[in-house]
């Protein structure tokens, strides 16, 4: 038998997954896929390390009709793919970790009670992330449960960075910017370590630009800012998220319009961004090919706003070395990542045609005063990492 490591991504209705085996230090990814429409649409996927598809399912909703289930069920139809593995441990990726948690936790029920109270922080997130939890501990139990948090890797940030300006009270009650991202953030980083260690040891800004979009500013490997907050509303605009707003504008439409906290809820998470502002698709693909005036504003106001934080970035900074694009847009979306770069070239940044027109590793021209690169982000590695390292610190302990 092999041991293994299972990551789990549990949200409203979907759980993703990926099985790590751990023959050694560096967990290598095995299998991966998701269970997605739980009680509406159930339909199982999953993947082998080549792509090859190795289980399409669907179910009727009420056949698969909560978290728990739709983990059973998984087990079932994955058994003879997974035939061979032990699972010695579960990573799950926890959205909110509130002030005090900067590293991963093994899980136990006072860690469950913990980590219920931060729920209503992050109320459309955290509950789905820890039924995630409670169903595998039922399906496994025994097996260690790590969760991993979105929030850890920026809790580094001085209170400057921290803080909003409000009477300290409302710091005191978790007021704060906690910022997310933070797996993707501590995977890139990590990784440039690796590759590039003179780079990482200065000054960063990753362009984390996917559905959900942020930037983060690290500098010797450590979060200094993110233009996320409180919530993952703020900061840049994503494909159904506003992004930055004024404030001035819910309170105009709670007085003014008689907008309530649910109407707005569903405004900012999911009818603003780019899906809102098109009126046409949160997808850049659908967005560039479209020749609508409403789909180009969309993309315009998004390369505006990105580019906008990463000079903000920089001066958190107090200068830049890296600029480095992740996620599906800052990995795939070669016309949105010179828009964005263009004018830029005040920070040393001028991106080379070819190179980006070929989404290689280095973008940025032969000479440029700063290097832009892209990278792939690996989140459930980045988790699977973290559960091996508590693994083998748990044993030598
Ligand atoms: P999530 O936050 O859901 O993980 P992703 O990181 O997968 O999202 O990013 C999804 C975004 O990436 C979508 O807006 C999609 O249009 C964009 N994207 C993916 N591939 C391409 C491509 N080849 N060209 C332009 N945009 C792309």
Redesign the pocket.
Known sequence: MTDAILVLNAGSSSIKFELFSVNGDDPESRLEGQMEGIGASPRLIARDARRQVLADHRWAGPDVADHATALRVMGQELAPAVEGYRIVAVGHRVVHGGPDFAAPVIVDDGMMDRLRALAPLAPLHQPHNLAGIAAARAALPGVPQVACFDTSFHRTHAWEADTFALPPEFYDRGIRRYGFHGLSYEYIAANLAEEEPALAAGRVVVAHL???SSLCAIRNGRSVDSTMGFTALDGVPM?TRCGQIDPGVLLHLMQAEGMDAAALQKLLYGNAGLKGMSGIS????DL?ASGEPRAAGALAYYVWRVRREIGALAAALGGIDALVFT???GE??RNLRARICDGLDFLGIAVDPERNAANAPEISSPGARTRVLVRPTDEEGMIARHVLALLQRSQNA
């Open positions: 996917g559905n959900g494909g949160q997808d850049v693909r560039e996620a599906g847009i795939n979306a």
